[in-house]
């Protein structure tokens, strides 16, 4: 059995079907998603459902990004922050069309059923952005930076660049476990449309919601497998790369 962990798909559902396609992804694969299924192309509603029923043939953990809480959030008062309907809720809000409110209702339930990290039986975090107590993330005391962090990713590339390869010379937050997987950053924004690993760090958001692709990576063996680009495969939007 393989568990893959799976990044931002930003209601790309072609590109979901496509990558699990590719990865050959049976019911004995567990799949670890870090969040942000929604918002930017067509299909968040879809892609909701898609892994409603997904997760009655696989074991699936769906970790919750902040893009999920703003969509969580309209589906349980029918109010969006206009913030989130600038970055792609406005195009969540017309997938939902033809939704039933009983539909509404499951998918309510599936985003509040979310939990905001996962750590597996070898002390791997699995976690939307990121967390600041160098504790860890049982000690954070503002949890929207599990959704909201940027500085985990920022540290880990700039002690990358210093060619610290011991574990012992991590610094702490990243010393806490054996390895860490997140979104939330993309990786088109260094230059790169693979998952990047800075010591024990992987971010596996590799653009889905702009002009990249979806990517996984095979946790025991680091195996890459990506859809196309997300632009060839919705050549008539333009995702979030209208703002």
Not at 123 to 137: Q, Y
Not at 142 to 166: C, G, H, K, P, W
Not at 188 to 203: E, Q, T, V, Y
Request: glycine share 8%; hydrophobic share 35%.
């Amino acid at each position: 059995m393989r568990t893959l962990a799976i990044g931002d798909i930003h209601g790309g559902l072609q590109a979901l079907i496509q990558l699990l396609h590719r990865a050959k992804v049976t019911k004995d694969d567990a799949l670890i998603f870090v969040g942000d299924y929604v918002d930017g192309w067509s299909e968040s509603a879809q892609v909701i459902e898609y892994l409603i029923d997904l997760s009655k043939t696989n074991t699936c953990i769906f970790i919750k990004g902040n893009h999920d809480v703003w969509c969580e959030d309209w589906l349980r008062t029918g109010y969006g922050e206009p913030v989130w309907l600038m970055h792609g809720g406005e195009e969540t809000v017309e997938s939902y069309q033809g939704f039933s409110e009983e539909d509404k209702g499951r998918h309510l339930d599936f985003f509040e059923s979310m939990p905001l990290y996962h750590i597996d039986d070898q002390n791997r975090l699995f976690i939307h952005a990121g967390f600041t107590s160098k504790e860890g993330v049982t000690q954070e005391i503002d949890q929207e930076n599990f959704y909201f962090d940027r500085t985990l990713l920022e540290m880990a590339l700039t002690m990358q660049r210093r060619v610290i390869q011991s574990p012992q010379s991590y610094p702490y937050r990243l010393k806490n476990y054996k390895e860490i997987y997140i979104g939330h950053t993309p990786t088109i924004r260094f230059n790169s449309d693979l998952p990047i690993n800075a010591l024990n760090l992987w971010n596996i958001d590799t653009g889905a919601a702009f002009t990249g692709k979806l990517s996984a990576v095979d946790i025991n063996t680091k195996a890459i497998f990506q859809s196309d680009a997300l632009p060839d495969l919705y050549p008539n939007e333009l995702g979030r790369n209208k703002n």
